[in-house]
């Protein structure tokens, strides 16, 4: 056997890091070991190990891994212990990984549920996932439209980092998607519905297989998608092959979604399905037995509350399939919008602002969690959350690693929320539109504005308000009493940790997160 290099710090270090997914893991990895050294289980220690491991193609043979999965490189014939361990790490740390489904909606504002009181809006089946899983009371998009939030779900990163400034801006290939991630560590991938992530504008299209930013590029082993948004008997691309679909969306996409879910959960593999609807975003077209709730109303809030009674109906039945399989327990389903409400102050919650702004109406949105498996009672949060830390979260319910650990995220992961082991924030969530310069912090309770505007676009008008806003988000919601007189040393403070994050974003943007090609 041929001796590699002094790898026991490595080792100690691999086999520590996966200490926490219990002896089962530990057991298996320190067999491999022994295996391929000649020695026995037993007298193996975390802290002692100096020789190398033969035949590394084998060794992950043995552990049941695609060498595909590896990312590491040999050493002659030896594969450095801890590139090992970190593969376990990413494909066997989590006994049962979670499969997920993320559902999201196209400008649902944050009081278009009935389970935040809406007047006339019935949505029964998110009214008793808010019941029965977490209900986080303030969830935010990272930005207030569509492309730049989509991509701040699949990277956990705010999409100033990588350009996606505006809808049907495109995100950059280089970007580490969880899609991506997921597919290293073992599941099956699948996106369905909206994309708008391919840098093309105007209603919804199917996305061509030539066409270089579709999900298949960017992790999914399939997908049935839209360039945008889509309403009644829409056209989807099957992996670039152009279909027509009758009937709501909502309910042609969850259909698409519940075949790759049963079908994964046919071949026992974890899955990651992502579920995007292209409603209610304008214009509003519903079926007419889903216009039929709301018949006493205006022909058009018919229509836009008919769009929302199908994704109701549609999350319902990803539920019940859910259970359906068994795989409840085992099983993350997470539901947001991707920006706030377009359709006026009950769309909004009557929160200040709407779509496009950064005022609370742009931003908050409804947000819901079930894992039956994990969460085991309900759980209402306050604590503000975004859509950047879906990726992180996930990444620690997978018992994954993102290929590129030092790249900066702007989320975190919610589990220690979540399983009620925290119940402060410490890290602050930073907005900035990029027209504008409109920049926002929100550390709880305190939501700093700089150089607010009051609506979509900066205004001559906006030359009179205020540079700098301050606002007590636990009394004041609606963003009407400034306090920034009042409290000068938190505005130097918060201004600070905003200029810093900026200059962080200004970093990546340039490119500076990348790696650079060999000259």
Known sequence: MSTGPDIGPALALALHEVGHAGQDVLDAVLHVVARYLGVEHRVL?????????????????YLGLRLEHVQARPVGHDLELHVVLALLLNTGAVANPPSTVLVMTDDQGWGDTGYNGHPHLKTPNLDKLAREGVRFDRFYAAHFNCSPTRGSVLTGRHPNRYGTFSPGAPIRAQEITIAQVAKSAGYATGHFGKWHLNGVRGPGQPIPKEDPLHPGRLGFDEWVSASN?????????????????????????????????RRSAKDAKPFLALVWFGSPHSPHRALAKDRETYKHLPEKDQHYYGELTAVDRSVGRLREALRELGAVDEAILWFCSDNGGAFGPLSTGHLRGTKGTLWEGGVRVPGLLEWPGRVKSPVTTNVPCST????????????????????????????????????????????????????????????????????????????????????DLSKDPKETIDLADQDPERVARMELALTSWQESVKKSFAGGDYPRAPK
């Open 45 to 61: 220690a975390r802290d002692q190990l100096d020789v190398g491991v033969q035949g590394a193609g084998e060794a992950v043979a």
């Open 229 to 261: 948004f889509i309403d009644l008997d829409t056209r989807l691309a099957r992996n670039g092959a152009s279909e027509q679909f009758e009937g709501d969306s909502s309910d042609s996409i969850t259909d698409e979604a519940l075949k790759f879910i």
């Open 388 to 471: 950047s830390d879906i990726f992180p979260t996930l990444l620690e319910a997978m018992g994954a690693k993102s290929s590129d650990p030092a790249r900066p995220l702007d989320g975190i992961s919610l589990l220690p929320l979540i399983e009620g082991k925290v119940t402060a924030r410490e890290k602050p969530i930073a907005f900035w539109d990029h027209r504008s310069d409109h920049a926002t912090l929100i550390a709880w309770p305190w939501k700093l504005h700089q150089k607010p505007i009051t609506g979509k676009r900066r205004r001559k008008s906006d030359d009179a308000f205020p540079t700098v806003l301050l606002y």
